[in-house]
């Protein structure tokens, strides 16, 4: 949560709210965000070249930080009553 204020005030990512009560955000990179992507890179390119078992990962789906998932297809835990 921290890390996420000082990247708010930083002007690093673009709080969006989607909830009132309670309050909730979602986030996006702002254009300053985005304009780290190179230094990002530099730095995963870094790792692999001089840290050994070291990988980039597969590119994850695009969400807002903060997006709750899509409803469908959650996972109950069993013995859990069903909505009416």
């Known amino acids: 949560m921290v890390a996420a204020r000082r990247a708010r005030h930083a002007g690093i990512i673009e709080p969006t ?3 009132d009560r309670p309050a909730r955000y979602s986030y996006r990179l702002s254009e300053q ?3 780290l992507g190179p230094v990002v890179d530099a730095l995963a390119d870094w790792g692999v070249a001089h840290l050994p078992d070291t990988r980039r990962r597969e590119a994850a789906p ?3 930080l903060g997006t709750p998932p899509a409803k469908s ?3 109950r835990p069993s013995g859990s009553a069903q909505p009416q």
Do not use: H
Request: hydrophobic share 25%.
């Open 17 to 19: 709210r989607y909830s």
């Open 62 to 64: 695009t969400r807002a």
């Open 73 to 75: 297809g959650r996972l």
């Open 33 to 35: 965000g985005r304009a």
